[in-house]
Each structure stands twice: as structure tokens, then as C-alpha cells.
């Protein structure tokens, strides 16, 4: 198995240690920083080109989609006119231009694509979902989703300014930048009614796009409400979910679950689960079993696009100040 990673940043650098220690030896390093892929490369002992050109000259079977967001589509795209199996770091594209069609040839060239959405594979994720399908809290009331990271401090070593997360013409923004939280929403309570969404550039970083958002999303019987920003001091990510019989949170960062139970008055907790690494590192090996054919993405572009759907609808509601529904609910009810 030949595999092409482009670009050479913090999470392509982490998918090429991954890929090493998963055992594959055949990988091939791009970016448009020379300097950057030939360090990585020397560090992880794989082999980089100066060109993506000659990247497919090696004729890679998949490639690793992880440069700024405004890129992924245009590069995949690429990819796949190369017949390259495809794993695109999330979200699958800045915006929904080109996503229908570019998704349409992926099926009909029938590739694997995997959508590197990681907290999918989180043991403490998964055990929180299982909880709330199974009803040990009762029925959900309530849910909130909370992301604060300050962004200058995630990469110390990087100016942040030049970063995709802090530019809009590279698809930055809080809410495409953790849209982690809208994804795992949908994951755990599916699509709402109605999506209202406050928020906007309002630090003293130098950013074009915004830096806090508070989303919330409306169902039948319960309400869901994502906190996101770029400012917060020390980071925090964790989720909060009542129920009629309890309430479960979940501390994605410390890696700790806590139950009570509001029957007996009884209080769970847990603090076993696997490191962040370990999570990047189950990704990896899902994306090897896909393209082996032990198993199917856990996350496609039909499901990448419901995140990115949502982030859309999100941004829209902020730009007006009002509410909006669905955007497949609301073409829907244009077509009728």
C-alpha cells in the first residue's frame, strides 16, 4: 500500500507517525513548504517530492487530504482523477460549491473516502452514545457541547496569523474549525428543526472570521446548545447531556466520564480511557481496514456533508441574527 500525504503540518505529521506504527512503510510527503516535508520526512524516515506532480508519478493507491480547509476539495479532487482511494481531514470542504459532484464521482469510481472526523473513534465518545441510546439517563432534555481553545497557543511554535483557523480565504473560523461538536450533535441526537446561532469576531485576535459562536439547535423535545471559541484560557472540551433520570459528562480533554443517577442518588466515574493519540491512531487504522475492504467509512461524504450542512446553516443564522432551519428541510419545502 503506497500512501500520498499532503501537507505536512501538525495533523498530517501525526497521520505519518500513525501510518509508520500501524506499519506502512510506503509513504510519500508533500507540501508546498519544501523545508517542512523534508523535515517531517527525515524525522519519520518516509520520502517527500517537490512537487504533487511527482507525488502521482509515484502512483500512490490513497491519499491523505491535510491542508487548510478552502484546499481540500480542489486537491481531492485531483487525488481522485489519480484513482486514489481518499481520506480528507475534516471538514470535507469550506463551503458546499462542487461537494454534490465531486461526491458523485467517488462513487462512480468507486473509491473510499473516510472523512477524519476522530472523535468517531473516542472510546469515551462512543460510551457516552451508547449510554444515551440505551436510556440509562432516562429521555434527553438537554444537551451541551463546549470547545474553548485559545488559538494562538495550540501551535506556539506556529504564527497563528498564517494559519488556516485564523483567514477566511482558508476556511477558518471557530465554526468549520471545531465543527467536531456539530458533528458529534448530529452523531448523538440527529438533525434538529431549527438552528439559531450568536456570534462573531469579538477578541483582540488578529483574525478575519469569527472567534465565538453559540449554537442552538432545537428538536421536538429537547435542546442542544454547542459553545465554541477560539479565546478560551486554559482549553476546555467536554459535553454535558440530562436526561429525565440522570446526567452524564463527559471530559474530552481529561479523558474522565461521570454519571449520576438520579433514581438512586448514585455517581459514576470513570478515567481509563485512551489518550488523544490513541483516538488519531484508530482512525488511521479504520482508513487501512476500508481500503483492505474489512470494513466501510465510518464516516463518507454523504455524512461529512451533513456537518458541513449544519456549520452552513449556523454561519447563515449569525449573519442574520435569526433562526433557520435545515437547509435540506428548507429545500425540501421550496420544491413541494
Known amino acids: 500500500m ?6 505536512c503540518g501538525s495533523i498530517g505529521r501525526r497521520h505519518v507517525q500513525n501510518l509508520r506504527e500501524l506499519g506502512v512503510d510506503d509513504l510519500v510527503l508533500y507540501d508546498p513548504d519544501r523545508e517542512r516535508s523534508e523535515s517531517v520526512a527525515r524525522e519519520l524516515q518516509v520520502r517527500w517530492v517537490r512537487t504533487l506532480d511527482h507525488g502521482y508519478q509515484e502512483q500512490p493507491d490513497a491519499a491523505l487530504i491535510c491542508a487548510p480547509t478552502s484546499l481540500h476539495l480542489e486537491l481531492a479532487t485531483k487525488a481522485l482523477e489519480h484513482d486514489c482511494h481518499l481520506f480528507i481531514e475534516k471538514p470535507i470542504s469550506h463551503s458546499m460549491a462542487g461537494v454534490d459532484e465531486f461526491l458523485e464521482e467517488v462513487e462512480s469510481r468507486k473509491r473510499v ?29 438537554s444537551a451541551r457541547l463546549h470547545l474553548g481553545s485559545h488559538l494562538p497557543s495550540r501551535h506556539p511554535w506556529e504564527d497563528y496569523r498564517a494559519g488556516y483557523g485564523a483567514r477566511k480565504n ?29 456570534g462573531g469576531k469579538y477578541s483582540d485576535l488578529e483574525i478575519d472570521v ?7 439547535l432545537s428538536y421536538p423535545k429537547k435542546i442542544v446548545s454547542i459553545h465554541l471559541d477560539s479565546v478560551q484560557r486554559p482549553a476546555e472540551r467536554y459535553c454535558e447531556i440530562t436526561g429525565t433520570r440522570g446526567q452524564i459528562r463527559a471530559d474530552l480533554f481529561a479523558r474522565t466520564l ?53 456549520a452552513k446553516d449556523a454561519r447563515t443564522s449569525m449573519e442574520r441574527n435569526l433562526p433557520v432551519s435545515p437547509s435540506r428541510m428548507a429545500a425540501m419545502a421550496e420544491s413541494r
Open 2 to 7: 503506497k500512501i500520498l500525504v499532503i501537507g
Open 113 to 141: 473516502l473516510l472523512v477524519g472526523y476522530n472523535f468517531r473513534f473516542d472510546p469515551l465518545v462512543q460510551t457516552v452514545r451508547e449510554r444515551v441510546a440505551e436510556g440509562s439517563i432516562g429521555r434527553i432534555v
Open 170 to 198: 482558508l476556511g477558518g473560523g471557530v465554526i468549520l474549525d471545531a465543527i467536531h461538536e456539530l458533528d458529534l450533535a448530529l452523531w448523538m441526537f440527529g438533525e434538529p428543526e431549527t438552528i439559531y446561532c450568536a
Open 210 to 216: 469569527e472567534d465565538v459562536a453559540e449554537i442552538l
Open 258 to 310: 461521570r454519571q449520576f443517577d438520579g433514581d438512586t442518588c448514585a455517581r459514576q466515574s470513570g478515567g481509563d480511557y485512551c489518550a488523544i493519540d490513541e483516538i488519531y491512531k484508530r482512525e488511521m487504522r479504520h482508513f487501512l481496514d476500508c481500503l483492505e475492504g474489512r470494513a466501510t467509512p465510518a464516516v463518507d461524504g454523504k455524512t461529512a456533508v451533513q456537518s458541513l450542512e449544519l
